[in-house]
T-cell receptor, first 113, second 114 residues
Framework: KAGVTQTPRYLIKTRGQQVTLSCSPISGHRSVSWYQQTPGQGLQFLFEYFSETQRNKGNFPGRFSGRQFSNSRSEMNVSTLELGDSALYLC????????????FGPGTRLLVL | AQSVTQLDSQVPVFEEAPVELRCNYSSSVSVYLFWYVQYPNQGLQLLLKYLSGSTLVKGINGFEAEFNKSQTSFHLRKPSVHISDTAEYFCAVGSGGSNYKLTFGKGTLLTVNP
């Protein structure tokens, strides 16, 4: 079974631009979570989607948004990029919400100049 | 709210030596505990998890962890490490009921030297 895939793997943007990252979960998984990883803050939870609905949200500004499609694929969008948004963005999928194990993709490394 | 503390940011060891990576958590409700490993330029890979039952959990690559409820700890151990174990290790706690989410520690960089 194929793992979680994320595209693109690397991205360079400039301040003020917006970006969209994509995540395809493991087949059959209906929950997708997004995390931001930076050297200073570590891994921080952005949001979780299940059945096209946002179930939970972390403490990030409204510039960070996401959505999930009927095939469980998910996208996250960051508008008006700031230098501090440079990070590795990780997507994780699980069968259901709750205590299910989350399986991570390789991440998208975003550099904001 | 839950939190996770990984007591050591870096742990250097020699090859074939034993290692313990420490993790303490705080949560007001029942928790599920995980250890993940991250190799350079990769995502996180699950090493092992504790959901319920036996407090000693065995995972992949010879790792094991013990859940200690009274000390709110979930330390990761391996009796003999290899060069290939060099990576960053993350402890995570999952809780929150209907608002379930994973909270991660800051990570421990394990460096295995020859």
């Amino acid at each position: 079974k194929a793992g979680v895939t994320q595209t693109p793997r690397y991205l360079i943007k400039t301040r003020g631009q917006q970006v969209t990252l994509s995540c395809s979960p493991i087949s059959g998984h209906r929950s997708v979570s997004w995390y931001q990883q930076t050297p200073g803050q570590g891994l921080q939870f952005l949001f979780e989607y299940f059945s096209e609905t946002q179930r939970n949200k972390g403490n990030f500004p409204g510039r960070f948004s996401g959505r999930q499609f009927s095939n469980s694929r998910s996208e996250m969008n960051v508008s008006t990029l700031e230098l501090g948004d440079s990070a590795l963005y990780l997507c994780a999928s699980s069968l259901q919400v709750g205590r299910e194990t989350q399986y991570f993709g390789p991440g998208t490394r975003l550099l904001v100049l | 709210a839950q939190s996770v503390t990984q007591l050591d940011s870096q742990v250097p060891v020699f090859e074939e030596a034993p290692v313990e990576l420490r993790c303490n958590y705080s949560s007001s409700v029942s928790v599920y505990l995980f250890w993940y490993v991250q190799y350079p330029n990769q995502g996180l890979q699950l090493l092992l998890k504790y959901l319920s039952g036996s407090t000693l959990v065995k995972g992949i690559n010879g790792f094991e962890a013990e859940f200690n409820k009274s000390q709110t700890s979930f330390h990761l151990r391996k009796p003999s490490v290899h060069i290939s174990d060099t990576a960053e290790y993350f402890c995570a706690v999952g809780s929150g009921g209907s608002n379930y989410k994973l909270t991660f520690g800051k990570g421990t960089l394990l460096t295995v030297n020859p």
